[in-house]
């Protein structure tokens, strides 16, 4: 991942679009770039200087961690427990998928914009990362419903509107420069891929053929949204997120074990979203008249 990310890095600066084949040592020869700009856009500023690209990756995940602790601060359900729990799961500790940290912190960023009712700035937010990981496109539609029930259609419609512009701003300029190799990364590279797994997705194809996954996928995905239009309270959002996504990625093609840790991510932003809501009425009985 890393030297992937640092070949694109340094074809963008010397004018080159990344997405393109790259040969690099000690892999196979055309590996394909498989990121989004949003995520490799990050770390253009430690290639440019010559810096290690991992010193972006722990301050990402240092400021999303001190995020979601201050979202947390005086819960006195202990949901800051929650917080160092996450950062200490033994997978996160030993591999150190480079692209977490900026997908984790952007996340936690709409996070607390969100959670502030910063709905503005939350958009711009929830647009960057659209264009940082795929995975994000699989709940950015409870996003949506989220908002659609606590500002109404028309803030919900604008919301929308612009984290949908602001992603394009930043993937259609690679997407239309070079669409073959573009698709191909970000896209192509998943589906051909062949991973024999034992998750969901394995017994799923002793019925249904392998190719046919996706369609499988998508369906559960819209059953889920219809649900989530009808049933879900907006303050379980996250918790909303991390059911559709624990989910798709167990019937996905192919499946890391890092993937799940999304889920861990959206599952704390859940848990402390839910102890603070618990202790709203608390508050209000002890409020004087």
């Given at each position: ?26 892999h ?16 253009l ?11 972006i ?12 602790a ?18 200490l ?28 009712n910063?709905?503005w ?12 990981y ?17 500002w109404g ?9 612009i984290?949908?512009a ?18 191909a990364?970000?896209?192509g ?20 053929p ?21 049933r ?7 918790g909303?997120m ?23 991510l ?17 508050e ?6």
């Amino acid at each position: 991942m890393l030297p992937l990310i640092l070949s694109g890095c340094q074809s963008f600066l010397a004018g080159m679009s990344p997405y393109a084949y790259h040969d690099l040592l000690y892999h196979p020869p055309h590996q394909v770039f498989t990121y989004l700009p949003g995520m490799w856009m990050a770390y253009l500023p430690a290639a440019a200087s010559g810096v290690d690209l991992r010193f972006i990756n722990l301050i990402s995940m240092l400021v999303s961690a001190l995020i979601l602790a201050y979202s947390a601060n005086g819960s006195r359900n202990h949901s800051m427990l929650l917080v160092p729990v996450f950062l200490l799961t033994p997978y996160l500790q030993y591999r150190h998928e480079i692209y977490l940290g900026v997908l984790f912190l952007i996340l936690s960023i709409v996070f607390f914009l969100d959670r502030n009712n910063k709905w503005w700035t939350s958009s711009i937010a929830s647009g960057y990362a659209l264009a940082a990981y795929q995975f994000v496109w699989v709940i950015f539609p409870f996003i949506v419903v989220s908002a659609f029930k606590r500002w109404g259609i028309k803030k919900a419609f604008v919301n929308s509107l612009i984290a949908v512009a602001i992603a394009l701003i930043l993937i259609l300029p690679f997407l239309l420069g070079s669409p073959e190799e573009f698709i191909a990364g970000v896209y192509g590279n998943w589906f051909y891929i062949d991973t024999p797994s034992v998750n969901l997705s394995y017994l799923i194809s002793l019925f249904i053929p392998w190719d046919s996954m996706i369609i499988v996928q998508g369906i559960v995905m819209v059953a889920i949204f219809s649900l989530a239009l009808q049933r879900m309270d907006p303050e379980d959002r996250w918790g909303w997120m991390a059911t559709a996504l624990v989910l798709f990625i167990a019937m996905n093609r192919v499946i890391n074990v890092y993937f799940y840790l999304i889920v861990l991510l959206l599952l704390v932003m859940h848990g402390i979203s839910v102890s603070t809501l618990k202790e709203k009425p608390d508050e209000e009985e002890e409020a004087p008249n």
